[in-house]
C-alpha cells in the first residue's frame, strides 16, 4: 500500500531499536565501549560523534521525507549549506549561485570560498536555462534556493537541472521553504537537498539542526567525508527534538498554509501595501512554477510597502503586539522583520526599484484573524 509522506514519517519509528516505544532513547555519550581490538576498529558508529539510535532514527525520516536516500546531520542550517558546497568543490573551481541565496550563504561563498581558492559568480534567479551562458570550463556547483530568501523569487529548477546534468555539474538546492513536505528537489533531479531543520522541521523555535540529502551514492561519500574531515555532528538531544518535529510536520504545514495565505490575500488589498511576495498568490510573477513544482505553501512570505516614512515605519511596529521580531521561522509564533538592512544583491536587480521597505513575515499558529486585527492596528498606527 501507497502511504503518504505525513503518514510514512510518524511510522518510520523504533525499525533500529530492540523497544518498540514510540520515540527512541536519547543516548548521550562520546566513548562507545567494546569488548575486542577487532570490534573497537570495525565498529560503525566507533565514536559518540558519529551518531546513534537517535540520529539514525531522524536520518531515516528525512530520507523518507526528501525522497532520499542519504541523509547527514549537522548543528544548524549554515553549516549543511556549507558542507554540502564544500563537499563538492577544490581550489581551482567555479560555483554559480543564486543571487537571491540566504544572506549567510551568500557570505560564505563570496568571502570564504575565494580564500579556498574556488570563484563564486551570482545568477539570476528567475535566468532559467540561460545560466548556460554563465557555466566556465571550470564550473562544478549550481547553487540554487528556491523560493528565494527574502524576495521569493521561484527558479526554473528542472531547467537549471537539465543544463547542469548535460554539463557534468552538480546542483544544490536550499529547500528550508518547501521543507521536504511541499517540495522534493531530488524528485526534479537536483543532486544535493539541504535543509535547515531549526526551521519548519523542528518547528518550536528552540533547537539547532541542519541536514544535507541525496539518493547519490557517489555524492553521499563526498559528504561524509566532507563531514568527517569538518568534525560536523549534531547533538542527541537535539536530534530527538528535531525528529519528534517531524511528526507533525504535515499538520503545522497546512495550518501555516492556510493562515498564511488569507493573510497575503488581505494584505493585498491594503492601501500601504504596493506588492505581496507570496509565491501561492495568481499575481506572483512565478506562480505557474510554483503550481509546477511545490505542493503547498507555508507561513513565509514578504511584502514591499509603499513609500512610508521612517517615523511611520517606527510607529507600525511599535503598534504590533502578536507579531513579533527575531531572526528566524519556522516556529509557532509569528514575526515581521524590515529586511532592507540585508538586501546585498547584484547591481539591476529588480529591488533597487521598489517604491518602500521590504518586510518578511511569517504567519505562525495563532489565530488569522488575531493576526489581521494586529496587523490592522499597526497600519492605522502608521498612518497617524
Given at each position: 500500500?501507497?502511504?503518504?509522506?505525513?503518514?510514512?514519517?510518524?511510522?518510520?519509528?523504533?525499525?533500529?531499536?530492540?523497544?518498540?516505544?514510540?520515540?527512541?532513547?536519547?543516548?548521550?555519550?562520546?566513548?562507545?565501549?567494546?569488548?575486542?581490538?577487532?570490534?573497537?576498529?570495525?565498529?560503525?558508529?566507533?565514536?559518540?560523534?558519529?551518531?546513534?539510535?537517535?540520529?539514525?532514527?531522524?536520518?531515516?525520516?528525512?530520507?523518507?521525507?526528501?525522497?532520499?536516500?542519504?541523509?547527514?546531520?549537522?548543528?544548524?542550517?549554515?553549516?549543511?549549506?556549507?558542507?554540502?558546497?564544500?563537499?563538492?568543490?577544490?581550489?581551482?573551481?567555479?560555483?554559480?549561485?543564486?543571487?537571491?541565496?540566504?544572506?549567510?550563504?551568500?557570505?560564505?561563498?563570496?568571502?570564504?570560498?575565494?580564500?579556498?581558492?574556488?570563484?563564486?559568480?551570482?545568477?539570476?534567479?528567475?535566468?532559467?536555462?540561460?545560466?548556460?551562458?554563465?557555466?566556465?570550463?571550470?564550473?562544478?556547483?549550481?547553487?540554487?534556493?528556491?523560493?528565494?530568501?527574502?524576495?521569493?523569487?521561484?527558479?526554473?529548477?528542472?531547467?537549471?537541472?537539465?543544463?547542469?546534468?548535460?554539463?557534468?555539474?552538480?546542483?544544490?538546492?536550499?529547500?528550508?521553504?518547501?521543507?521536504?513536505?511541499?517540495?522534493?528537489?531530488?524528485?526534479?533531479?537536483?543532486?544535493?537537498?539541504?535543509?535547515?531543520?531549526?526551521?519548519?522541521?523542528?518547528?518550536?523555535?528552540?533547537?539547532?539542526?541542519?541536514?544535507?540529502?541525496?539518493?547519490?551514492?557517489?555524492?553521499?561519500?563526498?559528504?561524509?567525508?566532507?563531514?568527517?574531515?569538518?568534525?560536523?555532528?549534531?547533538?542527541?538531544?537535539?536530534?530527538?527534538?528535531?525528529?519528534?518535529?517531524?511528526?507533525?510536520?504535515?499538520?503545522?504545514?497546512?495550518?501555516?498554509?492556510?493562515?498564511?495565505?488569507?493573510i497575503a490575500n488581505w494584505l493585498s488589498e491594503r492601501p500601504e501595501v504596493c506588492q505581496v511576495?507570496?509565491?501561492?498568490?495568481?499575481?506572483?510573477?512565478?506562480?505557474?512554477?510554483?503550481?509546477?513544482?511545490?505542493?503547498?505553501?507555508?507561513?513565509?512570505?514578504?511584502?514591499?510597502?509603499?513609500?512610508?516614512?521612517?517615523?511611520?515605519?517606527?510607529?507600525?511596529?511599535?503598534?504590533?503586539?502578536?507579531?513579533?521580531?527575531?531572526?528566524?521561522?519556522?516556529?509557532?509564533?509569528?514575526?515581521?522583520?524590515?529586511?532592507?538592512?540585508?538586501?546585498?544583491?547584484?547591481?539591476?536587480?529588480?529591488?533597487?526599484?521598489?517604491?518602500?521597505?521590504?518586510?518578511?513575515?511569517?504567519?505562525?499558529?495563532?489565530?488569522?484573524?488575531?493576526?489581521?486585527?494586529?496587523?490592522?492596528?499597526?497600519?492605522?498606527?502608521?498612518?497617524?
Open positions: 500500500m501507497t502511504k503518504d509522506t505525513a503518514t510514512r514519517l510518524i511510522h518510520t519509528r523504533g525499525r533500529r531499536l530492540a523497544q518498540k516505544t514510540v520515540n527512541p532513547p536519547i543516548e548521550r555519550a562520546s566513548t562507545l565501549l567494546f569488548d575486542t581490538s577487532s570490534d573497537l576498529y570495525g565498529a560503525k558508529p566507533g565514536y559518540g560523534r558519529m551518531g546513534l539510535a537517535v540520529h539514525r532514527e531522524l536520518e531515516d525520516a528525512l530520507c523518507v521525507l526528501e525522497n532520499a536516500t542519504f541523509a547527514k546531520l549537522t548543528s544548524n542550517g549554515l553549516q549543511a549549506c556549507a558542507l554540502a558546497i564544500g563537499s563538492q568543490v577544490k581550489a581551482g573551481d567555479h560555483i554559480l549561485f543564486t543571487d537571491s541565496a540566504y544572506g549567510p550563504t551568500a557570505r560564505y561563498l563570496d568571502r570564504r570560498l575565494e580564500k579556498m581558492g574556488v570563484e563564486a559568480t551570482r545568477f539570476d534567479p528567475r535566468c532559467g536555462a540561460t545560466i548556460s551562458n554563465l557555466i566556465k570550463p571550470n564550473t562544478r556547483v549550481i547553487y540554487l534556493e528556491s523560493p528565494g530568501s527574502l524576495t521569493f523569487e521561484i527558479s526554473d529548477t528542472p531547467a537549471i537541472v537539465d543544463v547542469a546534468q548535460q554539463r557534468g555539474i552538480r546542483t544544490i538546492l536550499d529547500n528550508t521553504w518547501g521543507a521536504g513536505i511541499l517540495h522534493k528537489p531530488l524528485d526534479l533531479g537536483v543532486d544535493i537537498s539541504v535543509q535547515a531543520l531549526t526551521k519548519y522541521a523542528v518547528g518550536h523555535a528552540d533547537v539547532f539542526g541542519g541536514a544535507v540529502m541525496s539518493r547519490d551514492k557517489r555524492v553521499a561519500q563526498d559528504i561524509i567525508d566532507c563531514g568527517d574531515d569538518w568534525g560536523i555532528s549534531l547533538g542527541p538531544d537535539d536530534a530527538y527534538t528535531a525528529l519528534r518535529g517531524l511528526r507533525s510536520l504535515k499538520t503545522r504545514m497546512d495550518a501555516h498554509e492556510a493562515a498564511g495565505l488569507r511576495l507570496h509565491p501561492a498568490l495568481e499575481q506572483h510573477p512565478d506562480h505557474a512554477i510554483w503550481r509546477r513544482d511545490f505542493s503547498g505553501a507555508n507561513g513565509l512570505f514578504s511584502v514591499i510597502l509603499n513609500a512610508v516614512s521612517p517615523e511611520g515605519l517606527k510607529r507600525f511596529f511599535d503598534a504590533l503586539e502578536l507579531f513579533s521580531m527575531g531572526f528566524s521561522w519556522g516556529g509557532f509564533e509569528s514575526l515581521i522583520i524590515p529586511c532592507d538592512p540585508q538586501l546585498k544583491r547584484s547591481k539591476g536587480h529588480w529591488i533597487d526599484q521598489k517604491v518602500g521597505p521590504l518586510l518578511r513575515i511569517h504567519v505562525g499558529l495563532e489565530t488569522a484573524d488575531d493576526l489581521i486585527a494586529d496587523l490592522r492596528a499597526g497600519f492605522e498606527a502608521m498612518g497617524e
